[in-house]
T-cell receptor, first 112, second 117 residues
Framework: KAGVTQTPRYLIKTRGQQVTLSCSPISGHRSVSWYQQTPGQGLQFLFEYFSETQRNKGNFPGRFSGRQFSNSRSEMNVSTLELGDSALYLC???????????FGPGTRLTVT | KNQVEQSPQSLIILEGKNCTLQCNYTVSPFSNLRWYKQDTGRGPVSLTIMTFSENTKSNGRYTATLDADTKQSSLHITASQLSDSASYICVVSAPAISNFGNEKLTFGTGTRLTIIP
């Protein structure tokens, strides 16, 4: 079974721009979560989607948004990028309410 | 405030030696505790998941312990190998509010382990 895939793997954007990241979960997994990882803060939860509905949300500003499609693929959007948004963005999928999460390789976003 | 603290922040040991990483948490109520291994440039990979009733769980050379009374966990690595060089992240979960599994996760900042030959 293929693992979680994320595209693109690396991205460089300028302050003020917006960016969309994509995540394809493991086949059969309907839950997708997004995380931001920075050296100073570690992993921080952004949001979780299940069957196209956001069911959990972390403490991030409204510039961070996401959505999930009927095939469980998910996208995350960050508008009006700031330098502090530079981070590794990880998505993870799981089956239903299982504890076990499977992470993708991440998208490394650099904002200049 | 729910917190997860890991120690040490970084650790360097010789190949073949054992080591123990610590995780203390203040998350309450408690659902489960997870240890992840994250290689540089890659996503975390689950090592163990322990619920309240489990106090030891092994995954190959990795053994996690949990003391829910003192809110402490440890990850013991036996006979370390070069491939064990990674960050190890402790994550504590508070229970889901509903059956839809919207648990609350609190992450530690990790221990950076380096194995030298």
């Amino acid at each position: 079974k293929a693992g979680v895939t994320q595209t693109p793997r690396y991205l460089i954007k300028t302050r003020g721009q917006q960016v969309t990241l994509s995540c394809s979960p493991i086949s059969g997994h309907r839950s997708v979560s997004w995380y931001q990882q920075t050296p100073g803060q570690g992993l921080q939860f952004l949001f979780e989607y299940f069957s196209e509905t956001q069911r959990n949300k972390g403490n991030f500003p409204g510039r961070f948004s996401g959505r999930q499609f009927s095939n469980s693929r998910s996208e995350m959007n960050v508008s009006t990028l700031e330098l502090g948004d530079s981070a590794l963005y990880l998505c993870a999928s799981r089956q239903g309410s299982s504890y076990e999460q499977y992470f993708g390789p991440g998208t490394r976003l650099t904002v200049t | 405030k729910n917190q997860v603290e890991q120690s040490p922040q970084s650790l360097i040991i010789l190949e073949g030696k054992n080591c123990t990483l610590q995780c203390n948490y203040t998350v309450s109520p408690f659902s489960n505790l997870r240890w992840y291994k994250q290689d540089t440039g890659r996503g975390p990979v689950s090592l163990t998941i322990m619920t309240f009733s489990e106090n030891t769980k092994s995954n190959g050379r990795y053994t996690a312990t949990l003391d829910a009374d003192t809110k402490q966990s440890s990850l013991h690595i036996t006979a370390s190998q070069l491939s064990d060089s990674a960050s190890y992240i402790c994550v504590v979960s508070a229970p889901a509010i509903s059956n839809f599994g919207n648990e609350k996760l609190t992450f530690g900042t990790g221990t950076r382990l380096t194995i030298i030959p």
